[in-house]
């Protein structure tokens, strides 16, 4: 018997995003990062379902983009999951003293966001994805703030978690960890954008943390 089909949307920015395509070609839809790894994955192991994966990410992103274009890119897809990662080009505006950083709308942005996907979408399972730096590249100047605010949106994002019942999906303990043993650099090229195997990383714990839950897909 054909199992139930789920729809999978991922939101973020850049390292969501994965340069992918924005036309139909199933060849580059997904970006080349994480998201591709995910529905690589899944996709393989759960053929008979054909669940289907969506990439939204756009680079440069922040929270309040998100919400600015949440209607057309998330609600009106009807998701049965929505993953978000999101939160890195917040604190750079605010870092770099940018216009588009005048004031923090991280939580406030980020709680819209979540508010109105439960009030109009409320059977749709959320994944809330750590935010994350490692000390080279971009970051190196600037490091104390750069590790300060992420630490501050990582909790942020943790207590948006249990406050809408979203998986949360730590992820810079696992980019630490594994920076100890290589240098930052390996998996973060640059501070902010992972590398191939950085990708990797996150979707491992994306899949670790999803498969062994109450929205695992099947």
Request: with cysteine; aromatic share 10%; charged share 20%.
């Amino acid at each position: 018997m054909t199992k139930s089909s789920q729809t999978v949307l991922f939101q973020g920015d850049s390292i969501t995003d994965g340069n992918r395509g924005r036309g139909d070609d199933p060849n580059h839809i997904h970006g080349h990062g994480y998201v591709y790894l995910i529905a690589a994955e899944l996709g393989f192991r759960l053929a008979d379902s054909r669940h289907q994966f969506i990439n939204r990410g756009i680079s440069g992103n922040r929270a309040s983009d998100l919400y600015a274009r949440w209607n057309e890119d998330a609600i009106y897809l009807q998701p049965n999951l929505i993953s978000i990662l999101i939160g890195v080009n917040d604190a750079g505006r605010m870092i770099e003293g940018s216009p588009h950083g005048a004031s923090d709308r991280f939580e406030k942005a980020y709680r819209h966001i979540l508010e109105e996907t439960k009030d109009i979408l409320p059977n749709t399972g959320l994944i809330l994805c750590e935010p994350f730096v490692l000390r080279t590249g971009t970051t190196l100047q600037n490091w104390d703030k750069w590790r300060q605010t992420i630490d501050e949106y990582r909790q942020v994002v943790r207590i948006l978690a249990h406050d809408y019942a979203a998986l949360f999906v730590p992820l810079q303990k696992a980019f630490d960890d594994a920076a100890a043993q290589t240098g930052p650099e390996y998996w973060i090229w640059d501070g902010i954008h992972p590398t191939t195997a950085g990708h990797r990383l996150i979707a491992n714990e994306w899949l670790n943390v999803v498969q062994s839950s109450q929205l695992a897909l099947d």
